[in-house]
């Protein structure tokens, strides 16, 4: 069974999560490589259904497994209880209304129409440092809870996920097509294997990201976590810092205030996560796969499109790769250099 606009309001009537005599509308909403997206509403209600692709649709053959959506209704339970227990209401994450085992189906309660997506904001030039600081104190906070608990750590035990939606496309596609860097990423992804410490979001950016401003106080809604997975922290982290790194390369003229945002981001994660020399190291790595991979992988980046762009990331990457640059500090240095000389 595939769902779409016409079959899924049927669908959620015979699931019992649209009432018999409700009028109901269904959209699709667009943007996912990886899944049926259709939001539904009836009434006052709204919900967004989800169904994994068996095959992303991008352009290189990319298959998955669907039973990823199943992480992605317990990982949202995960995140939810630790956004709850948080002092302020900044962060929330959509409750699961119904998860059908058997079509590999979820069904999330909508955020807010009125939220956006920050990575809108961003490409926009809008860049709110206080946003990156949020995300980087929820994500050290989930982190936290998880590391030590047995229980979440059987939940995620499934590396396949992560396997096939990172490891093979990213890293393992960029090994293939620079074989001067093949030894490290190999060893980044042996690292990656055998560092498994806590629940890793897997897709921890900014188009996972809503921001909505019309209550008295600004809330933030996490999103889509079917690559979670136990695993290595340093991954979420690397992971939303090449995002914006890259935008600090894209909007150069406004750079700074995404360099700005990647380091209140990480300071606020330090903050709670203390990270050790050899840790940072190995931050950086990483680092540089997902730059490389973001624009040479499977899934580049859709919005960089200019030659020279794409090749001031990839000086980028080859430094951090390299080894060249051996803390955050030194690589905005080096970005700024980069930048100034092209």
């Given at each position: 069974m595939?769902?779409?606009?016409d079959?899924?309001?049927p669908?959620?009537?015979g699931?019992?999560?649209v009432?018999?005599d409700?009028?109901?509308t269904a959209?699709?909403l667009?943007?996912?490589v990886?899944?049926a997206v259709?939001r539904v509403?009836?009434?006052?209600r709204?919900v967004?259904?989800k169904q994994?692709?068996?095959d ?5 053959d990319?298959?998955?497994d669907?039973?990823?959506v199943h992480?992605e209704?317990?990982?949202a ?8 227990k948080r002092?302020?209401a ?10 059908d ?6 069904v999330?309660a ?11 904001d ?13 995300l980087?104190?929820?994500l050290?906070?989930v982190?936290e809870t ?6 979440i750590e059987?939940e ?13 496309p ?8 620079y074989?001067?860097y093949?030894?490290?990423?190999d ?11 806590t629940?890793v979001?897997g897709?921890?950016s900014?188009?996972n990201?809503?921001v909505?401003?019309?209550g008295?106080?600004?809330t933030?809604?996490?999103l889509d976590?079917?690559v ?5 922290p340093?991954f979420?982290?690397a992971f939303m810092l090449?995002h914006?790194?890259i ?6 003229a ?6 700005d945002a ?6 606020a994660?330090r903050?709670?996560q ?13 680092l540089?796969?997902?730059?490389l991979?973001r624009?040479d ?5 859709e ?5 020279a762009?794409?090749?001031q990331i990839r000086?980028?990457a080859g430094?951090?790769?390299s080894?060249?640059s051996?803390t955050i500090?030194a690589f905005v240095?080096?970005?700024n250099t980069v930048?100034s000389?092209t």
């Amino acid at each position: 069974m595939r769902l779409d606009a016409d079959s899924v309001v049927p669908y959620l009537r015979g699931s019992g999560v649209v009432p018999a005599d409700a009028t109901a509308t269904a959209h699709t909403l667009g943007g996912g490589v990886s899944n049926a997206v259709l939001r539904v509403e009836w009434d006052d209600r709204a919900v967004v259904v989800k169904q994994p692709f068996p095959d992303l649709a991008v352009e290189a053959d990319w298959p998955a497994d669907v039973e990823r959506v199943h992480n992605e209704a317990a990982a949202a339970r995960v995140y939810a209880s630790v956004a709850a227990k948080r002092p302020a209401a900044d962060v929330r994450v959509p409750a699961v209304r119904y998860e059908d085992e058997d079509e590999h189906v979820i069904v999330l309660a909508a955020a807010p129409e009125p939220a956006r997506m920050w990575k809108a904001d961003l490409l926009a030039g809008r860049v709110d440092t206080a946003v990156a600081a949020t995300l980087g104190s929820m994500l050290a906070a989930v982190h936290e809870t998880a590391t030590g608990d047995p229980a979440i750590e059987r939940e995620f035990e499934r590396y396949a996920p992560f396997e096939q939606l990172r490891l093979d496309p990213y890293h393992r596609t960029v090994a293939d097509r620079y074989p001067e860097y093949a030894a490290v990423i190999d060893r980044e992804i042996e690292r990656l294997r055998t560092s498994r410490t806590t629940l890793v979001h897997g897709d921890y950016s900014p188009k996972n990201v809503l921001v909505d401003d019309t209550g008295e106080a600004r809330t933030l809604w996490l999103l889509d976590f079917e690559v979670a997975h136990w695993g290595d922290p340093l991954f979420d982290v690397a992971f939303m810092l090449s995002h914006l790194f890259i935008k600090s390369v894209y909007r150069a003229a406004d750079g700074e205030a995404y360099v700005d945002a990647a380091t209140s981001f990480l300071d606020a994660y330090r903050a709670e996560q203390e990270l050790s020399t050899a840790r940072e190291r190995h931050l950086l790595t990483e680092l540089g796969v997902l730059l490389l991979a973001r624009v040479d992988g499977k899934s580049p980046v859709e919005y960089v499109e200019r030659a020279a762009t794409k090749d001031q990331i990839r000086t980028l990457a080859g430094q951090l790769l390299s080894g060249e640059s051996e803390t955050i500090e030194a690589f905005v240095s080096a970005r700024n250099t980069v930048l100034s000389d092209t």
